[in-house]
């Protein structure tokens, strides 16, 4: 089937389970699909504290980050459901995990989308939150808060963003690291004409989603669907 034929199903389906779906929930769909980006991304490099993991996530949908790509080498991912508020359900995760180190995979398929790999480091000379370019998609790589980026991670990325400190302490805790980050960017971001908001593909892809993470027994309204259109 080709992309067009896949857009139209999508249509035809979305419009039959948006009955399913107060106008209210409509609405409010809407409003945070005009304020959703895939011009910015984050990239997660082993990270393995359940808190900050998932309160990176929370500040992702609050700050209308749509893409999360998590980088498994060492550790596995994992989430702590009383932090991330059921923000999952509204993000797509993308995982890179099949070897033993998944940064050069998760680097390569993010540069093969157009993202320029912008890492995260209070050590590194770089551009601010107030001064990093927005002209092409930016994929923001952040590490542990122990270790940091892993040494291939800073090699290889493009260019490199910290956030000024005027204390004693070395860096900010990741979550807030990433909170500060996307509360700027994206608010710069949506104050220029580059082509930040979804494409109205993409608008019907995550509505459908969202419907779908919405509506209770949806599988078999969605069976019941195809088959009275077949």
Request: contains cysteine.
């Amino acid at each position: 089937m080709n992309q067009t034929a896949n857009g139209m199903q999508t249509k035809v389906l979305l419009n039959f389970l948006l009955e399913y779906i107060t106008p209210e929930r409509k609405a409010k769909f809407d409003k945070v699909l005009n304020n959703r980006t895939r011009h910015i991304t984050i990239v997660l490099e082993d990270i393995f504290q359940p808190h900050n993991a998932s309160a990176v996530l929370r500040s992702c949908d609050l700050t209308g980050i749509q893409d999360v790509h998590i980088i498994e080498n060492q550790y596995e991912y994992d989430i702590n459901p009383d932090v991330v508020v059921g923000s999952t359900k509204w993000l797509n995760l993308y995982k890179y995990n099949s070897t033993k180190f998944n940064t050069p995979d998760a680097y390569e398929s993010l540069r093969k989308k157009g993202y320029r790999i912008v890492a995260t480091s209070p050590h590194e000379s770089g551009y601010t939150p107030e001064n990093l370019p927005l002209d092409q998609p930016v994929a923001l790589v952040f590490g542990t808060e122990k270790t940091g980026l892993s040494e291939e991670a800073l090699a290889q990325a493009d260019a490199f963003v910290r956030i000024p400190m005027v204390g004693f302490t070395e860096s900010y805790n990741i979550s807030v690291s990433a909170a500060l980050l996307l509360y700027t960017l994206t608010n710069r971001l949506r104050l220029t004409d580059f082509s930040w908001p979804l494409t109205e593909t993409e608008r019907d892809e995550l509505m459908l989603q969202w419907c779908r993470n919405t509506i209770k027994r949806v599988g078999v309204l969605e069976e019941t669907f195809w088959k009275r259109l077949a």
